[in-house]
């Protein structure tokens, strides 16, 4: 069908920030610079002025353009305005790859005509966070099991993802490949903490699902046992005020500092221990990334965490404040211990997720499914 030519590949998602969308950027403008044209499409009402600018800087790459379209975060009857927009514009740009990510995205993707093209799916955690049996769980499941079948590669990040998926949602007919996140090589460079760094640092968006409530919680007990530790917090989101009220509530204000959004890999410098409290993940970049920088860290075993460590190391359940307390005393306790363990660590991001391989495994995944859809079908 393609034989080598370049492929005319575009990405839709709803959400222009986190790491879905840093994934996004990465994959693009990694396939960009392989000579294929390529496009971004997403949502116009959430991002602010980063999205914006992220957006602005990988604009020059994209030859076929970065567009947006309202699109809300939950269902709603809005949502087939803008499917309609979205409709549109794929169908105008002639893609070969259509290419869903997260929930919104991969539906969007999934129910536009494609005869010409293959539809991609990349969840990215997305509906397969909601336990099968809960209201919204069986909503998105259903909705899943609909749009199988319009699916010609589904493309995990991690394992869990793929396995999760099955679980809920059933084994696809069609191609199914694992592609890691990666990072690229300027981020595996050392970061040390600065002068009067905190003793913990997190870094991330303020959704419940990422735990920074229970990291709350087990700093408070550290200072109900005497270890008067300091926490540096870089981010924000909906969850903002509540986390503020807790450590209020908790009297740890001169103890918490929120730091407003800084990029991970200055928020690293921040503190000397990097703490990962997710309630769930699929295969978090922050990880990643602070694995690149051999920063030391604690993480919750959740979703895809344990890929990124590997099987020898102890991870800490999550939603328990009083284990995760614990870990933090001994890791502050060992810091030799605790920096061999973060440069064990780095030897493996290196040799396992790299920004390369994952651009290069997202197109051999194309690729096979291409072949499979446009050989059966003549």
Do not use: W
């Amino acid at each position: 069908m393609h034989g080598h030519k370049p492929l005319r590949i575009v990405h839709v998602t709803r959400t222009p920030v986190g790491g879905i969308f840093r994934h996004i950027l990465d994959v693009a403008s990694g396939q960009a610079s392989r000579g294929h044209h390529v496009g971004i499409l997403c949502d116009s009402t959430t991002g602010g002025a980063r999205a914006d600018a992220a957006l602005a800087a990988i604009a020059p790459q994209m030859k076929l353009g970065v567009a947006r379209v309202a699109i809300r975060r939950e269902p709603s009857p809005t949502d087939l305005v803008a499917l309609l927009g979205v409709t549109r514009r794929l169908a105008a740009l002639q893609a070969d790859v259509l290419h869903g990510h997260g929930a919104k995205g991969g539906a969007f993707v999934r129910l536009t005509p494609a005869r010409h093209a293959i539809r991609v799916y990349t969840p990215h955690g997305g509906s397969l966070h909601y336990g099968r049996h809960t209201p919204r769980g069986m909503v998105y499941g259903t909705l899943e099991r609909m749009l199988m079948n319009r699916t010609d590669l589904f493309l995990f990040e991690s394992a869990f993802a793929r396995d999760a998926y099955q679980r809920i949602v059933g084994s696809p007919r069609h191609v199914m490949r694992v592609v890691p996140n990666g990072v690229g090589g300027d981020e595996m460079a050392r970061v040390e903490p600065t002068v009067g760094a905190a003793d913990l640092v997190n870094v991330g968006e303020f959704r419940r699902i990422k735990g920074t409530d229970v990291l709350i919680d087990a700093v408070a007990e550290l200072h109900r046992s005497g270890r008067r530790v300091s926490l540096a917090i870089a981010g924000d989101g909906e969850e903002g005020p509540a986390l503020r009220a807790q450590v209020a509530r908790l009297g740890l204000t001169d103890s918490v500092r929120f730091l407003g959004h800084v990029p991970a890999r200055q928020a690293f410098t921040l503190g000397r221990l990097l703490v990962v409290p997710s309630r769930a993940d699929s295969l978090p970049y922050v990880v990643i990334e602070a694995g690149g920088a051999g920063i030391p860290m604690i993480a919750s075993e959740v979703g895809g965490i344990p890929e990124i460590f590997g099987p020898q190391v102890e991870l800490v359940p999550p939603e328990q404040p009083t284990q995760l307390a614990q870990a933090i005393a001994k890791a502050l306790d060992d810091p030799a211990g605790t920096r061999a363990a973060a440069e064990r660590l780095r030897e493996r991001v290196r040799q396992t997720f790299s920004q390369d391989a994952m651009v290069e495994g997202v197109l051999a995944g194309y690729q096979t499914a291409i072949a499979a859809k446009f050989t059966h079908s003549h």
